[in-house]
């Protein structure tokens, strides 16, 4: 009888540490849509969020401004210690390509994000595909080129012996802002981006070494999952509209809006990019000895020949986060500290309900200089969900601040209908977004 009373007196202390638990502390680096929405859905999920260095219109919706150089890892490791942060997400590439995971990890802080050897498959293209050959992952053929003139003459050859306009892909090997990857319609096309990129220099160090693809056609698939080791938490699928104006015409972009899921996933998609993608990238990485913590974004096509690879990123994508932020239906939160301790023992697929993102840009998004300091009207006319990116604030007044401004989201049948129907009350001088996603 003793004994039973004890474990009841037990129980009911550990039901009241677990209701008096104190909130997790989350540091939140990135400025744009996708950090806004993550740090939405996790301050949802109770955490006391801090970002850095976040906009304009995310410190409005209350988050706390950690106000530091996410680039000057001292400062992040100093105030991660001050302020007794529990885990640390890192949402942009290049804080992740710089080692800042590594040096988080050293200084045995909880992070999302893999190390710098990791982040090598978003920040080398060559390097992805390198990988997704020897790992036997279906993707385009491809060549790397470091020589303008070895390029060129490639580039000749390949419109030489082929009917069609437009066999090609070209990329810049290393970080280009989303802006790196080029769709030419022509031999001359071509042969201009190539110069642009190789002689020229239009991204820097970034584009002096660069890789052609055969072009594929289909459909894209965006697949993001949460990796520990062996084993991944499997977010629904999104489709990401990249390309500028209607009828996916323009140039590539970082996202012009996205639906999850993806209207194109099936009963076994997600297997299938588990078992053919997945695994076998993860027992590549470990003969290179790498071990993969964090998110992962697999782009991928459905071409007639089937779903094929068209790169990595080691993060979340935008705006597909901000879909999948407001529409998965399970707790986030948990499986971020199972993941960063490493404790992730087994596969997990996550459920959403429909929802879709409507990015609304810059006029010259895309195209050129990015036209900014316009004054924003009509956000208090929304209903809809709404997260920032490049935006400030003056005098009681948002302003454009960069190329994607905000995206606008909602959920359940006709949600694209009414992300739509939302910008339709927002404008500002240039204001661009497609009609017909």
């Not at 201009?192 to 070494?209: A, H, P, V």
């Not at 009963?267 to 071990?291: A, Q």
Request: proline share 4%; with cysteine; net charge neutral.
């Amino acid at each position: 009888m003793l004994f039973l009373c004890l474990l009841q007196v037990i129980k009911s202390l550990m039901i009241y540490e677990n209701d008096h638990d104190p909130k997790k502390k989350i540091l939140i680096i990135g400025s744009g849509g996708r950090e806004h929405a993550l740090a939405w859905r996790l301050r949802k999920e109770g955490a006391e969020i801090f970002v850095t260095p976040g906009n304009a219109g995310l410190f409005e919706d209350g988050f706390k401004d950690a106000n530091i150089d996410s680039e000057i890892f001292d400062l992040v490791v100093s105030f991660t210690k001050s302020k007794k942060i529990d885990l640390v997400i890192i949402g942009p590439e290049k804080p992740l390509v710089l080692g800042l995971g590594n040096r988080l990890r050293k200084e045995g802080i909880l992070v999302i994000g893999p190390n710098k050897d990791a982040a090598q498959l978003e920040a080398s293209k060559s390097f992805a595909k390198k990988i997704m050959h020897q790992a036997g992952i279906p993707s385009a053929p491809f060549r790397a080129f470091s020589d303008y003139n070895d390029a060129r003459v490639y580039l000749d050859e390949l419109y030489r012996n082929t009917d069609e306009d437009s066999p090609v892909v070209i990329k810049a090997d290393g970080l280009a802002g989303g802006k790196g990857v080029v769709l030419p319609s022509n031999l001359d096309e071509a042969q201009t981006f190539l110069r642009q990129f190789m002689q020229e220099g239009l991204f820097g160090e970034s584009s002096k070494r660069i890789v052609i693809e055969e072009r594929l056609e289909g459909n894209e698939l965006s697949f993001i999952c949460l990796c520990s080791s062996e084993h991944f938490i499997s977010l629904p699928t999104s489709r990401d509209y990249k390309r500028l104006k209607n009828g996916d015409l323009g140039p590539n972009t970082g996202g012009m809006g996205a639906r999850v899921p993806s209207p194109d996933e099936k009963e076994e998609t997600r297997t299938w990019i588990e078992e053919t993608v997945l695994r076998p990238l993860f027992r590549e990485l470990k003969k290179e000895g790498i071990t993969y913590t964090g998110f992962l974004y697999v782009g991928l096509m459905l071409t007639q020949s089937g779903m094929k690879v068209l790169e990595f990123n080691v993060r979340l994508g935008d705006p597909e986060t901000q879909a999948l932020m407001v529409g998965i239906e399970e707790k986030l939160l948990p499986y971020l500290f199972l993941c960063a301790k490493g404790q992730i023992k087994k596969d997990v697929q996550l459920t959403t309900k429909e929802t879709a993102c409507l990015v609304l840009t810059s006029q010259y998004y895309g195209e050129g200089e990015v036209r900014k300091g316009d004054v924003i009207v009509g956000l208090e006319n929304v209903d809809s969900k709404m997260f920032f990116a490049g935006v400030k604030k003056e005098k009681g007044l948002f302003y454009t601040e960069g190329g994607r401004v905000l995206s606008i989201c909602s959920t359940g049948e006709g949600c694209m209908d009414r992300c739509l129907e939302e910008a339709k009350k927002i404008s500002w001088k240039g204001m661009h977004y497609r009609t017909d996603l």
